[in-house]
């Protein structure tokens, strides 16, 4: 499994394995999972095979799919007849040859007919960097067929393959894990219900883009609660003790990130996410004179690191603005005149 550090996961004879959850990254995360075939006369360890540099032959293949995949589906051993469109192919045509930018790839149909699979051979130095480009261009192609005829096209699957290495890369998104729901938990807070909304909402999403716009209007609305539960207080005569709203360490946060551990989680929003991030999402700006590219693989990589850092921030300003409803229900009850924040 590799997000900048590399997670040894373990060895198989055969063509499947269990692999232990806890040992890949955050739930919804993505990562990359590298499988090396064990080589009889094979000379260098995994680590030289991976961190190979010289410019060699990579087979890179992208599954088509009419709806987001599945969390966790790592099954790299796929064919055109797994994915789906609702783009056809005319049936005298067992494929599609595009040129693309000096490059070209195949567009494979399934055995419906429809527009399944595009694969593509290309020379590279490393994984990575094939992958950038293979996505870069069919990421045009699919935003162009998307568009003239109006209809979604998303990739539920992609995989490399190093041909020289008999290396097999293959993007997952990491699965979240079942958890028992305990009584003692359930405490809704009347004024958060539009936060947990929008975190839900962001949950559910499969884009990091319109995630992070979630996670960010968040930490406004919290604010905007926060401040007015301390003033409501002040109204009743006592003061409430709000926690430090700091960014948390996580051992999955991006190297860009992790200099704004332990600072304030307001810090964090103004010099980091806002102009970077929020406002490229918000007004399709990047910098000046550049717009957002929401199909270029190295932007949707940053705004899904950019994306994680926030749910990690807002679960920790939910967290604390709970705690400070619960103290001002505290103070309000021995007052004789109960606050009204939550209802179970």
């Given at each position: 499994?590799?997000?900048g550090n590399?997670r040894?996961?373990?060895t198989?004879?055969?063509n499947s ?5 806890e040992k890949?990254?955050a739930p919804?995360?993505?990562g990359?999972l590298s499988i090396l075939?064990?080589r009889?006369n094979?000379t260098?360890?995994s680590d030289?095979?991976?961190d190979d540099?010289?410019v060699?032959s990579?087979?890179?293949s ?6 987001a995949?599945?969390?966790g589906d790592?099954?790299?051993n796929?064919?055109?007849?797994d994915?789906?469109s609702?783009v056809?192919?005319?049936p005298?045509?067992?494929f599609?040859?595009v ?5 070209t790839?195949?567009?494979y ?10 694969s593509?051979?290309l020379m590279a ?7 950038f ?7 045009s ?6 568009y003239?005829?109006?209809t979604p096209?998303?990739i ?8 020289k290495?008999?290396a097999?890369?293959i993007d997952?998104?990491s699965p979240f894990r ?11 807070f009347?004024e ?12 559910n999403?499969?884009?990091?883009y ?8 968040i930490m ?20 409430l003790?709000?926690?430090a709203?700091?960014?948390?360490n996580h051992?999955?946060?991006s190297?860009?990130?992790r200099p ?5 989680i307001?810090?964090f929003?103004d010099n980091f996410?806002t102009r970077?991030?929020?406002d490229a999402a918000?007004?399709?700006t990047?910098r000046?004179?550049?717009v957002l590219?929401v199909s270029s693989?190295?932007?949707l ?6 994306a994680?850092?926030?749910e990690l921030c807002?679960r920790q300003?939910i ?5 400070l409803a619960?103290e001002?229900q505290?103070?309000t ?5 109960p ?6």
């Amino acid at each position: 499994m590799t997000d900048g550090n590399t997670r040894f996961l373990g060895t198989s004879t055969t063509n499947s394995m269990q692999i232990d959850l806890e040992k890949l990254r955050a739930p919804g995360l993505r990562g990359t999972l590298s499988i090396l075939a064990i080589r009889k006369n094979e000379t260098r360890n995994s680590d030289e095979r991976r961190d190979d540099q010289t410019v060699r032959s990579f087979t890179v293949s992208a599954l088509l799919a009419t709806s987001a995949a599945a969390p966790g589906d790592a099954n790299g051993n796929f064919t055109a007849n797994d994915g789906t469109s609702y783009v056809l192919i005319e049936p005298s045509k067992e494929f599609l040859q595009v040129e693309l930018a000096g490059y070209t790839f195949r567009v494979y149909k399934n055995s419906a007919g429809e527009l399944s699979m595009i694969s593509m051979n290309l020379m590279a130095k490393n994984n990575m960097e094939a992958k950038f480009i293979f996505i870069d261009l069919i990421g045009s192609f699919i935003d162009y067929i998307s568009y003239i005829k109006n209809t979604p096209i998303r990739i539920s699957k992609i995989r490399i393959k190093d041909n020289k290495n008999d290396a097999q890369y293959i993007d997952i998104i990491s699965p979240f894990r079942p958890s028992f729901l305990i009584d003692a938990e359930i405490e809704v807070f009347n004024e958060l219900r539009p936060i947990y909304a929008l975190f839900r909402e962001a949950r559910n999403s499969d884009s990091a883009y319109y995630q992070l716009l979630c996670y960010y209007k968040i930490m406004e609305g919290i604010n905007t609660l926060k401040s007015k539960q301390i003033k409501r207080a002040k109204k009743f005569g006592f003061k409430l003790t709000a926690l430090a709203d700091i960014v948390p360490n996580h051992r999955d946060l991006s190297h860009e990130i992790r200099p704004y551990i332990g600072k304030s989680i307001q810090h964090f929003k103004d010099n980091f996410l806002t102009r970077r991030y929020r406002d490229a999402a918000a007004h399709f700006t990047l910098r000046e004179n550049t717009v957002l590219h929401v199909s270029s693989p190295q932007e949707l990589l940053s705004f899904s690191e950019a994306a994680f850092a926030c749910e990690l921030c807002v679960r920790q300003l939910i967290k604390n603005y709970e705690n400070l409803a619960k103290e001002a229900q505290r103070f309000t009850a021995a007052l004789g005149q109960p606050l009204k924040s939550s209802f179970v």
